[in-house]
């Protein structure tokens, strides 16, 4: 299980990126709420995120239904993250902490255990 974690955790290292480049961009470029910066930088990581390891990660078939439940569990671990940030008017900064560093463990548990049970 180690190593199947590295390699998630090495796939959530692009996708970590790229979530923080769309966060940036969207909350002070285009000045959105923390919550919908959030949730959009999540939206383009996500794919990313659920492709790259189903194909590499957990060597598992990338199904439809797989891709909306993982978008939906993560989608509202990072909307309520970003409303948390709102709410307790955090540094944008920490929010995109606090997502990155629970999203790596909550995804990776709910992946192995829920969306890619199945995998060899």
Not at 19 to 34: D, G, K, M, N, P
Not at 59 to 86: L, N, Q
Not at 94 to 113: D, E, M, R, Y
């Amino acid at each position: 299980m180690l190593n199947l974690f590295a390699r998630y955790f090495s796939v959530g290292i692009i996708n970590t990126a790229i979530h923080w480049v769309v966060f940036i961009l969207a909350y002070y470029i285009f000045h959105t709420s923390q919550a919908l910066a959030n949730f959009g930088a999540f939206c383009i990581a996500v794919t990313f995120s659920f492709f790259a390891n189903a194909k590499w990660t957990f060597d598992s078939e990338a199904t439809t239904i797989r891709y909306m439940m993982y978008v939906f569990f993560m989608g509202a671990m990072a909307s309520t993250i970003g409303w948390i940030g709102d709410t307790m008017n955090l540094k944008p900064i920490v929010t995109i902490i606090l997502f990155s560093g629970i999203s790596l463990f909550c995804g990776f548990l709910f992946s192995k255990f829920f969306i890619f049970k199945d995998a060899k």
